[in-house]
Structure formats: structure tokens, C-alpha cells
Nanobody
Framework: VRVVESGGGLVQAGGSLRLSCAAS????????MGWYRQAPGKQRELVAT??????NYADSVKGRFSISMDNAKNTASLQMDSLKPEDTAVYYC???????????????WGQGTQVTVSS
């Protein structure tokens, strides 16, 4: 099983970026997907999660970020609008999924994608 992010980059404050995440491999089902971020010198923090259509956002991104998921394609996206310099971080995708032949769900992480917002 692999989880791969794409879509990071450099953007000016007030701009937008869209991150994508794809889970691939021998996947039986996905319970939830989410985005986390880690800024230099800080701990990794939750940005947004989605499960069975229900979404959850960090207070700092509510109203600016939107998470979506395509269950048929095992993909998730994070639309980020009105970006601020404090959104600068490495963004990681997380998938809570059950591989074929495994009876329990497990957490898989992507390698991360850099988002830099200039002031």
C-alpha cells in the first residue's frame, strides 16, 4: 500500500492551492483520509479529516480549506484558499485503511508535500 501526495508549491498570501492524495495497492476499504501538516520546529498537527462524508477541520483553517474524498478512486483532495504565511508547512496525507487479507484498519502516511506561502 502506498499513499502519495501531490500539488504543493509556492504561492503568495491570499492565493490558493489544491493538494491531492492517492492511496494505491491492495486496499480492501478506506475508513478515513486526512491531511496533517508540520511546520519547522513544530509538531505535526491535524488540518482536516473526512470519513463517510463527515468532515473535521482545525479551527485555524475553517472557512478557508475544504477536504473531499472519492471513495471509488481512493483519493482525497484539500482545497486551500485565502492562504496565509502561517500555513507554510509540509503537508502529509493519512489514510486509515484495511488492506486485503488483513482484518483490522491501519494508518498509512504519505511522504509529504511542501506548501510555502509568501507574504
Amino acid at each position: 500500500v502506498r499513499v502519495v501526495e501531490s500539488g504543493g508549491g509556492l504561492v503568495q498570501a491570499g492565493g490558493s492551492l489544491r493538494l491531492s492524495c492517492a492511496a494505491s495497492g491492495s486496499i480492501f476499504s478506506i475508513n478515513a483520509m486526512g491531511w496533517y501538516r508540520q511546520a519547522p520546529g513544530k509538531q505535526r498537527e491535524l488540518v482536516a479529516t473526512i470519513s463517510s462524508g463527515y468532515t473535521n477541520y482545525a479551527d485555524s483553517v475553517k472557512g478557508r480549506f475544504s477536504i473531499s474524498m472519492d471513495n471509488a478512486k481512493n483519493t482525497a483532495s484539500l482545497q486551500m484558499d485565502s492562504l496565509k504565511p502561517e500555513d507554510t508547512a509540509v503537508y502529509y496525507c493519512q489514510a486509515d485503511l484495511k488492506p486485503y487479507g488483513i482484518t483490522t484498519y491501519h494508518i498509512f502516511w504519505g511522504q509529504g508535500t511542501q506548501v510555502t506561502v509568501s507574504s
